[in-house]
């Protein structure tokens, strides 16, 4: 069973930075892609970066030029650096892995238990 491990997530002031890490237990045969999604009080689940197998990353607007996704293959992990922070970033954050895990198997989603981001003065 692939178990994801976040870290990183806690309370900033506005303009602040925080770095999200995770990591994935086990080995995944193949990786489609990596990304971070984030959910707000009472809002859907909705997507924050991905990254893809090539190292192509999409970001969703409100985050761009603010927040950079990276991964390390030799580390099974994905990281969010998030800067210059708004309150509206406020939420708790998911890391997702999609893959397969083994040659044979579909592709599927992974997800972690989220960690919350808050950022408040």
């Known amino acids: 069973q692939v178990r994801l491990v976040e870290s990183g997530g806690g309370l900033v002031q506005p303009g602040g930075s925080l770095r999200l890490s995770c990591a994935h237990s086990?080995?995944?045969?193949?990786?489609?892609?990596m990304g971070w999604y984030r959910q707000a009080p009472g809002k859907e689940r909705v997507l924050v970066a991905v990254?893809?197998?090539?190292?192509?990353?999409t970001y969703a607007d409100s985050v761009k030029g603010r927040f950079t996704i990276s991964r390390d293959n030799a580390k099974n992990a994905v990281y969010l650096q998030m800067n210059s922070l708004k309150p509206e970033d406020t939420a708790v954050y998911y890391c997702?892995?999609?893959?397969?895990?083994?040659?044979?198997?579909?592709?599927?989603?992974?997800w972690g238990q989220g960690t919350q981001v808050t950022v408040s003065s």
């Open positions: 990254i893809t197998s090539t190292g192509t990353t």
């Open positions: 997702n892995v999609r893959g397969s895990i083994t040659s044979s198997s579909y592709p599927v989603n992974y």
């Open positions: 086990e080995s995944i045969f193949s990786i489609n892609h």
